[in-house]
């Protein structure tokens, strides 16, 4: 990122960056690079903002869909889903300690703002 000059970072939703979401955090916030992810619990680890589905709702529908599939259901049968709602979350503490206003227009539109 210092060698390319970076001047944010998106870090891809997998699930290597989720179980190591907060060293990406860190790593950004030691570099002063604003972050983004997808997963609102990236935001709660320290990155700047996040605007994606409800991680949590999605480990609710997958384990719906085992429930069924071990009841005798075949999978042929069932339909595939998306996520329908999406949440931005602002880490105002990340904000300030990247010396970065977020615009109330932001801020008003935010799901949850991190204080």
Do not use: W
């Not at 060293?23 to 903002?49: C, H, N």
Request: aromatic share 10%; with cysteine; net charge negative.
């Amino acid at each position: 990122m210092e060698d390319a000059h970076c001047q944010a970072v998106y870090i891809a939703l997998s699930g290597f960056t989720n179980i190591h979401r907060k060293e990406f955090a860190q790593q950004a916030l030691k570099r002063r690079l604003p972050s983004i992810f997808g997963f609102q619990e990236f935001a709660e680890d320290g990155g700047l903002m996040t605007y994606g589905a409800d991680l949590s709702d999605g480990y609710r529908r997958a384990a719906y869909f085992v429930d069924r599939i071990l009841r005798g259901a075949s999978p042929v049968d069932l339909p595939a889903e998306e996520p329908t709602q999406f949440h931005l979350v602002i880490n105002a503490r990340t904000a300030g300690e990247l010396g970065i206003k977020i615009p109330i227009e932001v801020l008003l539109q935010a799901e949850r703002v991190i204080r």
